[in-house]
Each structure stands twice: as structure tokens, then as C-alpha cells.
């Protein structure tokens, strides 16, 4: 198999969670989509919610229009998110979940039930020349929902594997595997995110399926001791590091 460059997406939403604890301007997360790029992201990611506790909608207008890697809108499936990303298009828009009592996003989008609720969002979203991705569990059925929607791309959530031990994470990145295999036969693009740690990340980077991770809250975390770049250089070393000895090649 042809080896394949594996995407890293940063997402920048706790550098404004920081910032509106205090209020003003600073962290900026401009700057901080600056800051990733320059260590080596290849996209931006950022969750624009419902109550607005990190993003803004300044914001997003910000990054649309001031950093030249491409942005990843992640939106719940709403008339109001729906109309934000026609205005701003951006590269990619992700559906998520969303409860409004939730700490961070739960679990995947419920692909197949919600299916009818989701067509009209995947369509106009497609129309607009805006990459769909639906964030779903690892699970085939959310897959074939995915495929019938006509989104291109799946972000699975890995949140599972991330957070289980011993035989329990051995069947949850089973899973994984499964499904990102699953994805390309069914013609659909696989990405990967949610809770992914340095100890993490090299099992799931293997996979030649999966050909995005999107890494955020982590990585700013990790800023606060030894600085946004070099936790996302870290992370970038590592990914490349799983990647590459799963072709079998010698790590540098």
C-alpha cells in the first residue's frame, strides 16, 4: 500500500476558553492558529457552540479570514450554525453533537437516527462547497448512514479507546481499526479525534486508513507547561514516528 501523509488538525478552542474566563483579548486564538501552523499543523479546528463558552462568532469571522491553513468548523445541526458556516466557508464543517450541560462533546452523532433531521444540513452544506465530516462512533451502522447521507468524511470518536486500559482498550481500538477500514470501502474519508494524550496517539496514527487526527484540548493543556509549539511538534513527531514504522521504515 502506498504510504499515506497523516493530517494533523489542532483544535484551538481552550485557547479561548482561557481568554473568557478573564475576558478581553488575550489568549488570542489567531495567534494560537498561527503558533500551530508554524509547528507544523496542518489545519485549524474550531467548535463554535450553542452558549458560545469558547468560540465566538468574531472569531470564526477572524480565523476565516486571517490564517492560510484550511479551518474546520465543528457545528451542531442547527438553522443557526448552518447559516453561519454558508457565510464564513470554511474548508470543512463537522457536525457534532451538542448538549448544552456537557463539559466537552460525549460521544458520536447518531448518524442513523437522526438521519432525516441531518439530509437537509449535508446537502446544503455540500452545495455550498463546504467538506462534510459527521463525528460518529466507530460502528458500522453509523457509517452506512454516513455513506447514504453523502457526507464525505467521518471523523470517528476515539474518546473510548482513549480512556480504557488494559483488554477493554485492546477492543475498543479493534473497533477503531474495523471501522476506519469499513469507511474506505465505502468510498468516505476517515479522520480520527477526541482525547488522544503523547501516550495515545501512536496505535491509532498507524492506521493507514485513517488519514486525519484532530488533536485540541491536549495539546493546550500541555502549552501551559512547556509552550503550544512544542507540544504540537511533540504530537507531529510522534504521529509521523507510528506512521512511518507501520510501513515498515526505519524511524530517524
Do not use: W
Not at 18 to 44: C, E, F, L, S, T
Not at 67 to 83: H, K, R, S, V
Not at 105 to 128: C, I, S, W, Y
Amino acid at each position: 500500500m502506498e504510504k499515506r501523509y497523516l493530517r494533523l488538525g489542532v483544535n484551538i478552542d481552550h485557547v479561548a476558553t482561557i481568554r473568557n474566563a478573564r475576558g478581553g483579548q488575550h489568549p488570542d486564538p489567531v495567534r494560537a492558529a498561527r503558533a500551530a501552523a508554524a509547528a507544523g499543523a496542518d489545519g485549524i479546528t474550531a467548535h463554535l457552540r450553542e452558549d458560545r463558552r469558547h468560540m465566538t462568532d468574531e472569531d470564526v469571522a477572524r480565523l476565516s479570514a486571517g490564517i492560510d491553513l484550511p479551518l474546520n468548523l465543528e457545528m451542531a445541526a442547527t438553522d443557526e450554525m448552518l447559516a453561519i458556516a454558508l457565510r464564513h466557508a470554511p474548508h470543512a464543517a463537522c457536525i457534532v453533537p451538542e448538549k448544552r450541560q456537557e463539559r466537552t462533546t460525549e460521544g458520536g452523532l447518531d448518524a442513523l437516527g437522526g438521519h432525516n433531521h441531518l439530509a437537509p444540513f449535508v446537502r446544503q452544506l455540500n452545495a455550498g462547497n463546504i467538506r462534510v465530516s459527521l463525528f460518529v462512533e466507530p460502528d458500522m451502522a453509523q457509517l452506512d448512514a454516513a455513506k447514504s447521507l453523502g457526507a464525505p468524511v467521518v471523523e470517528l470518536h476515539t474518546g473510548a479507546f482513549c480512556e480504557a486500559e488494559g483488554a477493554e482498550q485492546d477492543r475498543q481500538f479493534e473497533r477503531i481499526v474495523q471501522a476506519a477500514e469499513y469507511a474506505e470501502s465505502l468510498g468516505i474519508e476517515c479522520h480520527a479525534g477526541h482525547g488522544f494524550t503523547f501516550e495515545t496517539v501512536a496505535p491509532v496514527a498507524a492506521i493507514p486508513t485513517i488519514v486525519e487526527l484532530n488533536i485540541g484540548h491536549f495539546l493546550i493543556g500541555e502549552a501551559i507547561f512547556g509552550g503550544l509549539e512544542s507540544s504540537i511538534k511533540r504530537m507531529r513527531s510522534l504521529m509521523d514516528k507510528a506512521r512511518s514504522e507501520a510501513y515498515g521504515e526505519r524511524s530517524a
